[in-house]
């Protein structure tokens, strides 16, 4: 158990749609870290946050948006859904207790389907 | 911008036997950290081991160990006396210290124990 929560596990929904990821860090942890893979693709950096402020911006779709609230979750919000958005969301975070040198803990995942 | 290449998309090996999987990377950082993950086909994303730059001493976990070749940019995986829970996606991943910690991974390398 990686300590890093992210909810729902499966999610289906249509295209047009409007969905939210919720990611919950592992205690201590102050980054936190969202990445999407396609299909026998590789991880793609999307967004990460750090206590609550944006640090670094990957391959997001304007589409796409996340939030870190104050008790550190964060929320990935997809819109406008579109068949290629069908992937599996995975949350990772970081930086127990500010240290820099922490290698990042990923949840389960987040497994959308868009029919 | 940093670069993480893995050249193997595929690989196979004995059970029992050693295995070594390849990765490079390209930066011009002098401080940072190198990863390893390994992804089953329950698709969790699990930390395999991790090696810090400033280290000469090669990281070593278990039946898991890696050849860090700074020069080169070098960082390969060696698995030995590897086992059928081996089987899995692996993904290197580099991170550089400060400016949000950014983690690249690698395309990955499916590796198959064979029975």
């Known amino acids: 158990d990686s300590g890093v929560t992210q909810t729902p596990k499966h999610l289906i929904t249509a295209t047009g749609q409007r969905v939210t990821l919720r990611c919950s860090p592992r205690s201590g942890d102050l980054s936190v870290y969202w990445y999407q893979q396609s299909l026998d693709q590789g991880l793609q950096f999307l967004i990460q946050?750090?206590?609550?402020?944006?640090?670094a911006k990957g391959n997001i779709l304007e589409r796409f948006s996340a939030q870190q609230f104050p008790d550190l979750h964060s929320e990935l919000n997809l819109s406008s859904l579109e068949l290629g958005d069908s992937a599996l969301y995975f949350c990772?975070?970081?930086?127990?207790?500010?240290?820099?040198?922490?290698?990042?803990?990923f949840g389960d995942g987040t497994r959308l389907s868009i029919l | 911008a940093q670069t993480v290449t893995q050249s193997q998309p595929e690989m196979s090996v004995q059970e029992a036997e050693t295995v070594t999987l390849s990765c490079t990377y390209d930066?011009?950082?002098?401080?940072?950290?190198l990863f390893w993950y390994k992804q089953p086909p329950s698709r969790q994303m699990i930390l395999v081991i991790r090696?810090?730059?400033?280290?000469?001493q090669n990281a070593t976990e278990n039946r898991f160990s890696v050849n860090f070749q700074k020069a080169a940019k070098s960082f390969s995986l060696k698995i030995s006396d590897s086992q059928l829970g081996d089987t899995a996606m692996y993904f290197c991943?580099?991170?550089?210290?400060?400016?949000?910690?950014?983690?690249?991974f690698g395309t990955g390398t499916s590796l198959t124990v064979i029975p």
């Open positions: 930066t011009s950082e002098n401080n940072y950290y």
């Open positions: 090696q810090e730059a400033y280290k000469q």
């Open positions: 991943a580099f991170m550089k210290l400060g400016g949000g910690n950014q983690f690249y």
């Open positions: 946050y750090y206590n609550g402020e944006e640090r």
């Open positions: 990772a975070s970081s930086g127990g207790g500010g240290a820099s040198n922490q290698p990042q803990h």
